[in-house]
């Protein structure tokens, strides 16, 4: 019996979205891919009218001179540190708060929520001047009395770098809509079966949230490790600088070390896109979801 | 009105500092100078930034001052000019001002104004071998308050051999004779002048200076650009493009590295910085050997190269005065000097460094040392931090639309106006 090509040829609509998400994917790409072969280029090539878009000599030392620039050892080591408390703070506090502000129901926790929500709009530079102040004024740190005067609180410490911004209101929105979505019949066997509030949260609701733990744990991972400012502002020592602080030193107002920026941003930016490769399928899932709600 | 990260930090910094210096715990008086050299002093320092900075400023620099300083301790925090402002407005608010801090030319009448420099020596002027134009921008209503240190220029960078093409034998000894050359210069696609691949309002204060204005009166508190002259300035460049001559369009962004049009032979005259010559020297050294780059001093009714750069301070909060002043003079001491500006390619602020071997060897930093007899500097107005950030987003729309440089100009001095008014 001759058997029939079930295939068919994909519909017109399917090419065009083809295409079209090709083409938005090439766009995405370029400039990844122009930082790359920026890095690799001479500076007479990069400024050359005539260059082509491959290295006509591949210029590997860059990255090697650009390591020499700074200790970003150290830097990267300060970056890690940081990145990755704020991503295990902001996971299991703003879960915690994203559950109970979804699930427990307890006087003024809707205007809680719209605290929340309301924190959301504030725009990050405007609580920067307000975070400094109370980092230099806390209470018995850094030399500082019980009133935060007389010494220089948490400045220069891992402190300022960590415990501020560590918990972020959008983390704590993203997770209470997604605790939001479980069914109420979870929590109710759950109480049969004699767990109390936090088991409930940790060892049943929370497994079932992954996709919202991976989205908050890299977007908190990705702004932490590209945050710039707020460690500059508060850190003196060099020991205590971030990564993005190292790249700084190729770009100053005299003109940009354009081979050395690049050769630098290539290394600083790989271990970002080796989180997205890893968590990615429940990064999307995540993003969809709350774009649902 | 355009509320940018940086506007709302300034407006925030000075806010916020205005109101707590009077409570925090910085408020204390500075100790007075004269005193022995001693204690821990920090320096904020926007420059020396890279590992061959700080072996420069702590291998180098600092260990010789320990050494005719013992008794002084120094703990460097470096930081960058984007964010210098952030730094010291945070660090103001909360009461732990660096004892010397090197910031631009321009801030120190701002900062001076708020109490926050301490006013130095006039001893110091004359300790080194200053232009007096030099160190016009370390003075706050007649008092010293700063020492400069490296300098950049802005001047007129030119293609000899566009010149020597179109049979044009010195540069140009007014702006009447400049539009014509530019104008003459012009061939296809080649601009005749490219004046606005340097920061706008960098561009219009050179131009405005030349034209014989001032920004501000003698005390900073009135504008002092509104007048024909300012007018005249912006409406150039607006002259420059109707004739062809310049294209907004095809600017590059020369201060942040890219192939400026000079390099590429598609304008044969430039706005520009001391810097390019360092930029030369990585990505066009064959411009250098067969000697086709030229420079000279934007002329109007009076010559003008507008000079920026790093000047060094001590904060009228410190507790050590003695090690802090101490420390600004070494700073700006000529070896010292020379030592940062070879490191950064820029322009020793000191006359007496022009025979230099690094100065010699940069020919528009030698050029630059050699005319800082007409150097002029932007600020000179307590307001100038809010001021400057408005200049640009205001001018541009005269020179990419149809706005009139008129009403730009008049739509800038009623900003201006205003921010002196706030103090």
Same mark, same amino acid.
Request: net charge neutral; glycine share 8%; proline share 5%.
């Given at each position: ?44 090539? *990069? !400024?050359?009218?005539? $260059?082509? +878009? ?8 860059? &990255? #090697?001179? /650009? ?14 540190? *940081? !990145?990755?408390?704020? $991503?295990? +703070? ?8 994203? &559950? #109970?502000? /979804? ?15 309301? !924190? ?174 | ?423």
């Amino acid at each position: 019996m001759a058997t029939t090509d079930t295939r068919r040829p994909p519909a017109p609509g399917r090419i065009a979205l083809y295409v079209t998400l090709s083409l938005v994917a090439l766009l995405m790409v370029v400039p990844f891919l122009w930082m790359i072969v920026t890095s690799l280029k001479t500076p007479a090539e *990069i !400024a050359s009218a005539d $260059t082509s +878009l491959l290295p006509t000599h591949w210029a590997f030392g860059n &990255y #090697a001179d /650009a390591l020499r620039a700074a200790p970003f050892a150290t830097y990267a080591r300060n970056s890690f540190v *940081i !990145a990755a408390s704020h $991503t295990v +703070l902001n996971v299991v506090f703003a879960s915690m708060a994203g &559950y #109970a502000l /979804a699930r427990i129901r307890f006087r003024g926790s809707e205007f809680l929520f719209y605290c929340f929500v309301a !924190a959301l709009m504030i725009p990050t530079y405007t609580k920067v001047l307000p975070e400094f102040l109370i980092v230099r004024f806390m209470p018995l740190a850094g030399g500082n009395d019980l009133f935060g005067q007389g010494g220089s609180g948490w400045l220069d410490t891992w402190w300022a770098l960590i415990v501020p911004g560590a918990i972020t209101p959008f983390a704590v929105f993203l997770f209470r809509q997604f605790y939001l979505d479980l069914p109420v019949e979870l929590e109710e066997a759950a109480r049969l079966d004699g767990l109390g509030e936090f088991r409930i949260y940790a060892r049943i609701m929370t497994p079932q949230v992954k996709p919202a733990l991976t989205t908050v744990a890299l977007l908190t991972f990705e702004s932490s490790w590209n945050n710039f400012l707020w460690p500059l502002l508060v850190t003196r020592t060099d020991s205590l600088r971030v990564i993005q602080v190292g790249l700084s030193v190729f770009k100053t107002e005299n003109g940009t070390q354009w081979h050395f920026l690049m050769a630098g941003t290539t290394l600083a930016t790989l271990p970002m896109v080796l989180l997205f490769l890893v968590g990615q399928r429940y990064f999307v899932q995540g993003f969809a979801h709350t774009g649902l709600k | 009105m355009e509320l940018t990260r940086r506007s709302l930090l300034a407006a925030l910094g000075a806010g916020t500092a205005a109101a707590l210096t009077g409570c925090g715990a910085g408020t204390d008086a500075g100790g007075k100078a004269d005193g022995p050299a001693e204690g821990e002093i920090t320096l904020l320092t926007p420059i020396y930034e890279g590992a061959d900075g700080k072996q420069l400023l702590e291998g180098k620099i600092l260990k010789e001052f320990r050494k005719k300083h013992p008794d002084v301790k120094v703990n460097v925090d470096y930081t960058n000019y984007t964010q210098l402002n952030e730094k010291i407005t945070t660090a103001l608010a909360g009461g732990l001002l660096p004892d010397v801090l090197m910031m631009g030319v321009g801030w120190i009448p701002p900062f001076a104004a708020k109490k926050v420099l301490a006013e130095l020596p006039e001893s110091l002027a004359a300790k080194y071998d200053y232009e007096e134009r030099v160190l016009e921008p370390s003075r706050y209503q007649g008092k010293l308050y700063a020492l400069p240190t490296v300098m950049a220029t802005r001047l007129v960078a030119y293609r000899k051999d566009h010149f020597a093409a179109a049979g044009i034998k010195k540069p140009p000894a007014s702006l009447h004779e400049l539009r014509a050359m530019a104008k003459e210069l012009t061939k296809g696609d080649r601009m005749g002048i490219d004046p606005f691949s340097i920061d706008l309002r960098q561009c219009w204060e050179t131009f405005l200076y030349a034209n014989g204005a001032t920004l501000f009166n003698a005390d900073g508190t009135k504008t002092a650009f509104t007048g024909a002259r300012g007018v005249e300035s912006l409406q150039f460049f607006k002259d420059l493009q109707k004739d062809g001559s310049a294209d907004y369009t095809k600017k590059t962004d020369g201060d942040a590295g890219a192939t400026t049009n000079l390099q590429l032979g598609k304008a044969s005259m430039m706005m520009t910085g001391s810097g390019l010559w360092k930029q030369l020297q990585e990505q066009s050294p064959d411009l250098i050997e067969k000697d086709l780059i030229g420079a000279f001093v934007l002329r109007g009714r009076k010559p003008a190269m507008l000079t920026g750069g790093t000047l060094v301070c001590q904060s009228a909060r410190t507790q050590h005065a003695a090690a802090a002043q101490a420390l600004v003079a070494h700073l700006a001491a000529p070896d010292n000097v020379l030592a940062a500006a070879a490191q950064r390619e820029t322009v020793p602020g000191i006359t007496s460094l022009r025979s230099s071997s690094y100065v010699k060897s940069n020919k528009l930093v030698d050029f630059s040392v050699r005319n800082l007899k007409d150097a002029c500097a932007e600020g000179g107005t307590p307001a100038w931090m809010e001021i400057r950030e408005k200049i640009k987003p205001t001018l541009e729309p005269a020179v990419v639309s149809g706005k009139s440089a008129a009403a730009a100009i008049a739509e800038l001095g009623e900003l201006a106006d205003a921010a002196i008014s706030r103090l």
